[in-house]
């Protein structure tokens, strides 16, 4: 690889490509047990961090390649960068946590491994394990929302005050609201929100169309023919679609399809339509309408989680810091907590919901009754 300064986009799309075909090809990686993935929207969140290394070295009068490993850990051991298209503002502006040290690690160690391949200096290696990025216990547990938060996400009528719209061509007030009823009640990942198309909401043997009769058309939500929303991304599963989120749904899927057919003349409700991202994002590239980007999700439910910690109607009680998460991942551990402990549903239940391959992966507490169950 050419080591000279030049692009410093250049080694991270080298490392990535190489990331991307080794998970292609299944082959296991020397750090893990089992196969792992690697994809296009892997790469856009972590082109974010890279980007913030890069802006880091930057403020030290350094370019990518000038980095060692005495860099890494001043870096590793600051704030996380924050800014204008590196990343959202961190939760404690004084020192990363522990997760977002341990994925700018993933980052730097593999961009510099295949780079400077020989140089211990520039490749990390000569780091210190007890300066390299682990988990802490305290880590694995996941975060869930404060008491009270999520059942206001999953009020049809409160979604709609903590996502209010101001304008009648505020047409991405809809857009947000029906993603954040489908973070709210099925748990689903950001990169797994992004990759929904129209299509892959289904009732029967159909796709949702924008002209569901949700009054007279509500199945049980235990129906396998009712609504639900069908998920690709990693693994592949079902999950259905109750009437509380519907009713934030389908007023965006009825505004998705006249917006497609005002912006590229998509007949109504049609095929094409039905294959194009279900949440399209306010920005275009290329003249094309695309999918929303991480961090639009992210700036998405953050500002609803705001609201919502701030709306004094909902009974919030915070931990001893008053910091609360505000990604979708917190949306999600939350839903499959309710899952578990309110819904009493099985955590292998759970966890084929979630798209995990164990009650393991959840890394929640479960049920006294599960806890000795974990295949």
């Known amino acids: ?37 690697f994809t296009p929207a892997t790469a856009k969140v972590y082109r974010t961090i890279w980007k913030g290394w890069i802006t880091w070295l930057a403020s030290e009068g350094l370019q990518w390649n000038q980095a060692t490993s005495a860099q890494v850990r001043k870096f590793l051991s600051g704030p996380t960068p924050g800014g204008e298209g590196v990343g959202r503002n961190p939760i404690d502006k004084r020192k990363m946590a522990n997760y ?41 547990t996941s975060q869930v929302l404060p008491p009270g938060v999520l059942q206001a996400l999953q009020d049809p009528k409160m979604l709609a005050v903590l996502v209010p719209r101001e304008s009648s061509t505020h047409w991405w007030i809809a857009r947000d609201r029906a993603a954040m009823a489908l973070l709210a009640h099925c748990a689903l990942t950001t990169a797994e929100l992004i990759a929904l198309q129209a299509d892959d909401l289904m009732v029967g043997n159909a796709t949702l169309s924008p002209d569901y009769d949700q009054q007279n058309n509500i199945p049980s939500v235990q129906d396998p023919s009712g609504p639900r929303v069908n998920i690709s991304q990693g693994m592949e599963r079902t999950v259905p679609l109750p009437p509380e989120a519907l009713i934030n749904v389908m007023p965006w899927l009825q505004e998705r399809s006249q917006l497609l057919y005002d912006r590229l003349g998509l007949p109504l409700n049609g095929p094409d339509a039905a294959a194009m991202p279900l949440f399209l994002s306010r920005q275009k590239e290329n003249g094309k309408l695309t999918s929303m980007e991480p961090t639009s999700i992210w700036q998405m439910v953050s500002r609803c989680l705001r609201a919502a910690l701030q709306d ?54 479960l049920p006294d009754t599960a806890k000795d169950h974990t295949s």
């Open 1 to 37: 690889m050419n080591t000279a300064a030049g692009d410093p986009f250049a080694p991270f799309e080298a490392w990535t490509a190489k990331e991307m075909a080794d998970a292609a090809s299944g082959a296991p990686r020397p750090d893990r047990t089992r196969r792992f993935t």
């Open 312 to 365: 004094p109607s909902i009974q919030v009680a915070v931990d001893s810091n008053g910091r609360v998460a505000k990604g979708a991942a917190i949306v999600r551990n939350s839903v499959l907590q309710r899952w578990l402990w309110i819904d009493k549903r099985s955590p292998a239940d759970v966890a084929r919901l979630a798209g995990l391959k164990s009650i393991a992966s959840l890394r929640l507490p």
């Open 100 to 140: 977002t040290q341990q994925r700018y690690w993933r980052v730097l160690r593999g961009v510099y491994a295949l780079a400077f391949p020989s140089d211990p200096s520039r490749n990390m290696s000569d780091l210190e394990e007890k300066d390299r990025p682990k988990v802490q216990a305290r880590s694995r």
